[in-house]
């Protein structure tokens, strides 16, 4: 969600604030800010909108200093205005922070009480008038800041400055991420490692409840018991936190092209020529498994039901799918011999996290499929199953989504087999389709043009409605949800069986209905339900192989022919439809392809 850096550098920090801010700006956010230190003067600058309109104040209204917190807000407490925006400020002390106080509130009246005066919306500047409240008392900067954390309750990375201490940088994390990194003479704080890469490639990661104090050539890290730990830094690979849009017009466009190359990566990691699948680390045994828990948030929710089919029909496991922020509010019992599954591109999404943590010392195992090895949901998993989809920074997932459904799909061949209910031919056959998937997924791409004239249809469109039956439910929630999170057209998805119970009286000749349907099992019931959508004029836009179009695609109002694929590996194929008409509608309506209104990337609060 938002994004924070911090600089104790040898060089003017604004520049590099602004610089490391805008590789941030994947997460999403609607203002933005820095605060630099220079020959003790604390001072700061801040913007609604995009980054170009911090840019723009900073050279009428420049910001000197080697000293500086920076931060990209996505409102919660309060608009998107210059006064809201971070950093927050009160007397000597600056802050920047994600995540959310949650008593701030009760903080706000006790300050009160002392006759603090307060000038925003906002939960965060409840922390920096709290700090500065200690200071007044005469606590230094160091204690003043500690002893304000130790009065927060609720999610938080926090960066703090202080006027006067021009070698002074404190970070604290609690349920939201935070990284140090190590420079020669200097060193940085970030919301995240990708923010940090050209300025370091030594990063050590803070855990729960540590508060870091930093200067240019020490740090110093207590744990939430107040004892000094050591955290260990690791090298990052710098060339896997490039970003940049590869000669295309969006970065969506190219996460998408490049989905044949990421996909054949995870194959790599996993599939050995033994045609068995292996997992990192100690791995997992599936023979004492009796159920499956899956959580997830989002499109990762989705990957989660289409791995539902997959476990029960081809493993035998019974699976339970929660959306993760509903998932520990009903505190659901766990059972003996249960594993818990966490689906989450960033491994830092807020509700996902704190419903694994409800899970541990419960579930049998907790294992989570990621696409950052170091993220709090993998270090906190028995067994972490990376994704290797390399940086996505489209808000919308792409390749993420399917490197997650092949990541699934191989640990379901992995359990199918563990059980006995898989013989060794079975899942060579089932290793043979998944190592000619990238090809697939190429074959696929070369329709790009026609969902592109597909999609300048649809955008005209306000509603639409999407249909699938068994695997290909999940997928036509994932195209409702990939069209209106992008479009921002009205539309949703049912199964298609459920069509007359109720959302086809939504259905008249203004409504195109997307159905997806490759010519499998029951190819034939899609059929006469979406034959129910032309009865009433619906316009119907059939995506499905040459076999299945030949059989059912007369009178439809449009057609988009997908490769013949084996059934089970179906809804990663049918993922590439979905993904490229709803960019494609979006270009057409001149929306924000890669920064939808309103959402952000890393979901990291509740």
């Not at 420079?183 to 409840?209: C, K, N, Q, W």
């Amino acid at each position: 969600m938002c994004g924070i850096v911090g600089v104790l550098g040898n060089h003017e920090a604004a520049p590099i604030l602004v610089e490391a801010l805008k590789r941030l700006e994947y997460r999403g956010y609607d203002s933005a800010g820095i605060a630099t230190v220079n020959n003790g003067t604390l001072d700061r600058r801040r913007a609604v909108g995009k980054l170009v309109n911090l840019s723009d104040l900073l050279v009428h209204e420049p910001l000197t200093g080697k000293s500086g917190i920076g931060h990209t807000r996505w409102a919660t407490h309060g608009a998107p205005t210059v006064t809201n925006a971070h950093p927050h400020r009160a007397g000597g002390v600056a802050v920047v922070h994600n995540g959310i106080i949650e008593n701030f509130r009760e903080l706000r009246e006790e300050l009160a009480g002392h006759g603090v005066q307060f000038v925003t919306e906002t939960d965060t500047e409840t922390v920096a008038l709290l700090t500065q409240h200690y200071m007044a008392q005469g606590a230094d900067p160091v204690a003043a800041a500690k002893q304000a954390l130790s009065r927060l309750t609720g999610a938080f990375a926090l960066a703090f400055l202080f006027d006067g201490e021009d070698d002074l940088m404190i970070a604290a994390r609690k349920g939201s991420p935070l990284a140090i990194g190590y420079g020669t003479g200097e060193m940085f704080v970030g919301s995240d490692a990708i923010a940090l890469s050209p300025l370091t490639d030594r990063i050590s990661y803070l855990e729960e409840g540590d508060t870091a104090v930093i200067t240019r050539t020490s740090v110093e890290i207590t744990d939430s018991a107040g004892a000094v730990v050591e955290r260990p830094i690791k090298t990052i690979q710098i060339d896997s936190t490039r970003i940049d849009k590869g000669g295309h017009k969006h970065f969506m466009a190219k996460e998408i092209a490049e989905q044949p190359g990421v996909l054949g990566q995870a194959l790599q990691h996993y599939l050995g020529t033994d045609s068995e699948i292996h997992l990192p680390g100690a791995g997992l045994d599936f023979a004492g498994i009796e159920r499956i828990t899956m959580v997830a948030c989002g499109t990762a929710f989705y990957a989660c039901l289409t791995a539902k089919y997959w476990f029960e029909q081809i493993a035998r496991i019974p699976v339970e799918v929660d959306v993760a922020s509903e998932y520990r509010y009903r505190e659901p019992p766990i059972t003996k011999g249960t594993l818990a599954i966490f689906v989450s591109q960033s491994g830092e999404t807020a509700d996902t996290l704190a419903a694994l943590r409800y899970c541990a010392g419960k579930a049998e195992k907790i294992a989570s499929v990621v696409n950052v090895p170091e993220s709090s949901i993998a270090r906190e998993s028995d067994v972490a199953l990376p994704i290797y989809a390399g940086v996505e920074v489209g808000v919308a997932s792409t390749k993420a989504f399917t490197c997650q459904l092949t990541v699934l799909f191989m640990l379901v061949l992995k359990a199918a087999r563990d059980r006995g209910v898989l013989d060794a031919g079975t899942l060579d056959s089932h290793v043979q389709a998944l190592r000619g998937l990238p090809s697939i997924i190429n074959q696929a791409l070369e329709q790009n043009a026609a969902m592109r004239d597909t999609a300048y249809k649809l955008s005209t469109a306000r509603d639409v409605l999407f249909l699938g039956r068994g695997q290909m439910y999940p997928l036509a929630l994932e195209g409702a949800l990939k069209l209106k999170e992008i479009s921002y057209i009205h539309a949703e998805a049912y199964a298609s069986g459920e069509l007359k119970h109720g959302p086809i009286a939504l259905v008249d000749e203004e409504v195109p209905v997307i159905v997806m349907a490759p010519r499998d099992a029951l190819f034939d019931k899609t059929v006469s339900n979406m034959q129910e959508v032309m009865a009433r004029k619906g316009k119907v836009i059939l995506i499905s192989d040459a076999r299945g179009l030949s059989e059912a695609s007369q009178g439809v109002w449009s057609s988009i022919e997908m490769p013949e694929i084996p059934d089970a590996l179906a809804p990663i194929l049918y993922a590439l439809p979905a993904q490229l008409l709803a960019y494609h509608t979006a270009v057409a309506k001149g929306t924000d392809v890669d920064q939808p209104r309103n959402l952000a990337k890393s979901v990291t609060v509740e």
